[in-house]
C-alpha cells in the first residue's frame, strides 16, 4: 500500500501474520438498467470552465449518448472554444445562465457548472423550467439553499444529480459492495484520509477559486464534501452526530520568508526553493493549465503563462493572499448502530488519492484508490485488487477514478429513461452528506458536538 502508515494518529499497519497475498484485477458488470439509447439526451452547459468541459467531453466521445446543444459563458474564448467543440448554433450561445431561461425550454436537460455561489439561482430556475438537472457540488454553500433545491426537485418530480464522483468510481462501488455484503462482518469503524497534495491546496485553496470560503464555500463543503459523502454512502447508515477541528496553520502572512515578494515573478529572494513557486509549478512543470485560457498555438503558452502569473492570483505569493481556508481539517462521526469514522484532510502531502481503511468484525479491507486489500480474519487469507485498470477499460475519462463519466453515462441514462433509480447520487441521497458538512463546521467555530438532523 501506497505510504499507508500515514494516517494522522494512526500507526503504520503490521503485516497480516500468515497471510497469503493474491492479486487480482477488479471487474464490474455493466449496469443492468442501461439502454441503448434511441437518440441522444440534448443538454445545455451553464458554466463552461474546467468541469463543464469534463462532462461536455463525454458527448464528444459519445455523440449518440450527448448532444450538447447550448451553452452560457460570460468569458468569451471559452464560450467560442466549446461552442465550436461542439457545433452550438449561434442562437443557443448565451453569456450568462438568466439568459438561458428566458427561453422557451429547448434542451432535455442542463449542467450546472458554475461557480459554488452560482448554483442555487440557475437550479432553481432549471427545475422551474422543467429540466433535469446534472449538478455541480456543493450544491449550494447556504444549507437553506440546498433543502430549497431539494423540495422544489420533489415537487416538480424533475432528475437532479449531484456530482458526488465518488459514488461512480469503481474502486468505491466495490468498497461500498463489501462493507454491506457483510465480506468482512459487521462494519465497526473507518478511517478515512485525504491527502490534498501540498501544491493542488496551493493552486486551489489558497491562490484559486477557492482561497476565501466566504465568497466559495468552506473546505469541509468545497473539498471534502465527496468523503463525508463516500463514507456515509458506503456505511448505508445515517449519520447522527459531528465534530470537528481545523485551522488555516502555514499560507499566512507570518510565515512568509524574508526576502519573499508579493508575486512569485517579483524577483522572490526563496522562489527557486519554493515548493509553491508558481513559476516551478505553472510555469516549468506546467501543472494546472486547466486554469489558463491559453492560445491554440502552443509555442504561445510559456507567455500567456507568464502573463497570468504576472497579473493574476495564480502567480502571488502563498503567503499574502486574502485566504482563509482551513489546511488541516480533522472530522469524528457517529453512525446509526454504533459505527465510528474518522476524517482527515491535509494539505501537506507529496500526492493526492483517498486512502481509506475498514475495520469489520470479521475483517480488514485498507485501499488508495489504487488498489485495495482486504483481510479475513477467520481465513487468514488476504487478497489485493487492482482497481485501477478498470477505469482505463471502460472510458477514456478517468478522473476521479473513473466517477467522472460514469456518473454522466448514469445521468443520461436516467433523463433518457426518466428513472432516478438509475443515479446513486440523487439530490434527495445527497443532501445528508451536505448537512454533515455544515455541521461539522458549525462544530469547528463553535467547539462542540453536532447532532445531524434531516
Ligand atoms: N465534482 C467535483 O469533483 C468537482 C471538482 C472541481 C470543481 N467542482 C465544482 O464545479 C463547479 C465549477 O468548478 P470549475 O473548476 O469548473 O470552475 P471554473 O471557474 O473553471 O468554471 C466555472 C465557469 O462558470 C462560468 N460562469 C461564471 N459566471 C457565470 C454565469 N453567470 N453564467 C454562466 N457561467 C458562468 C465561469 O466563467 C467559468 O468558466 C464549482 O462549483 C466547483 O466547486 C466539482
Redesign the pocket.
Known amino acids: 500500500m501506497k505510504a499507508f502508515g500515514v494516517v494522522a494518529g494512526s500507526a503504520v499497519i503490521p503485516s497480516f501474520a500468515g497471510a497469503k497475498e493474491r492479486m487480482e484485477k477488479l471487474e464490474l458488470a455493466a449496469n443492468p438498467l442501461h439502454k441503448q439509447l434511441d437518440k441522444p439526451v440534448t443538454v445545455i452547459t451553464?458554466?463552461?470552465?474546467?468541469?463543464?468541459n469534463i462532462y461536455g467531453d463525454f458527448a464528444a466521445e459519445y455523440p449518440d449518448k450527448m448532444d450538447i446543444i447550448g451553452v452560457?459563458?460570460?468569458?468569451a474564448i471559452?464560450n467560442e472554444r466549446y461552442a465550436k467543440k461542439h457545433n452550438i448554433p449561434e442562437n443557443n450561445r448565451f453569456k450568462?445562465?438568466e439568459d438561458v431561461f428566458k427561453q422557451p425550454k429547448f434542451a432535455d436537460a442542463v449542467i450546472i457548472?458554475?461557480?459554488?455561489n452560482?448554483?442555487y439561482a440557475p437550479c432553481m430556475a432549471a427545475l422551474k423550467a422543467g429540466y433535469d438537472i446534472l449538478l455541480?457540488?456543493?450544491i449550494s454553500p447556504s444549507e437553506k439553499e440546498c433543502r430549497d433545491i431539494l423540495q422544489l426537485a420533489k415537487k416538480t418530480g424533475r432528475i437532479v444529480a449531484v456530482?458526488h464522483?465518488l459514488r461512480y468510481a469503481p474502486y468505491f462501488m466495490r468498497l461500498r459492495e463489501l462493507m454491506q455484503s457483510g465480506a468482512i462482518g459487521e462494519v465497526v469503524s473507518i478511517q478515512h484520509f485525504e491527502p490534498i497534495q501540498h501544491a493542488h491546496m496551493a493552486h486551489s485553496y489558497v491562490r484559486g477559486?477557492w482561497h476565501n470560503s466566504k465568497e466559495s464555500t468552506p473546505i469541509i463543503l468545497?473539498k471534502s464534501c465527496?468523503d463525508l459523502d463516500i463514507i456515509k454512502w458506503m456505511l448505508g447508515k445515517r449519520a447522527q452526530k459531528i465534530q470537528a477541528f481545523g485551522n488555516l496553520k502555514w499560507f499566512k502572512k507570518e510565515n512568509a520568508p524574508s526576502g519573499s515578494t508579493e508575486r512569485c515573478t517579483d524577483g522572490c529572494a526563496v522562489e527557486k526553493n519554493c515548493p509553491y513557486s508558481a513559476i516551478r509549478i505553472y510555469f516549468e512543470e506546467r501543472q494546472r493549465q486547466y486554469a489558463f485560457d491559453l492560445p491554440d498555438d502552443k509555442e504561445k503558452h510559456g507567455e500567456a503563462i507568464m502573463n497570468y502569473l504576472r497579473t493574476g492570483n495564480y502567480g502571488r505569493c502563498v503567503y499574502k493572499m486574502d485566504n482563509d481556508q482551513c489546511d488541516h481539517y480533522v472530522t469524528n462521526m457517529l453512525f446509526e448502530d454504533g459505527i465510528t469514522a474518522s476524517f482527515s484532510m491535509e494539505a501537506f502531502t507529496p500526492w493526492g488519492d483517498r486512502r481509506t481503511r475498514v475495520m469489520g468484525s470479521m475483517g480488514y479491507i485498507e485501499g488508495d484508490m489504487e488498489k485495495y486489500t482486504i483481510y479475513d480474519f477467520r481465513t487468514k487469507q488476504s487478497k489485493t485488487v487492482d482497481a485501477k485498470t478498470v477505469e482505463v477499460e471502460n472510458y477514456k475519462n478517468e478522473g476521479?477514478g473513473g466517477g467522472d463519466w460514469r456518473l454522466v453515462d448514469d445521468w443520461l441514462q436516467a433523463v433518457a429513461q426518466q428513472n432516478p433509480a438509475l443515479l446513486t447520487s440523487t439530490i434527495d441521497a445527497s443532501i445528508e452528506s451536505h448537512v454533515m458538512g455544515f455541521m461539522a463546521e458549525k462544530s469547528r467555530k463553535n467547539n462542540s458536538v453536532q447532532n445531524i438532523k434531516l
Open positions: 451553464i458554466g463552461a470552465g474546467a468541469r463543464g452560457a459563458e460570460p468569458i471559452r450568462t445562465w457548472s458554475t461557480p459554488d452560482l448554483h455541480e457540488k456543493p456530482c464522483v477559486n468545497a465527496h476521479h
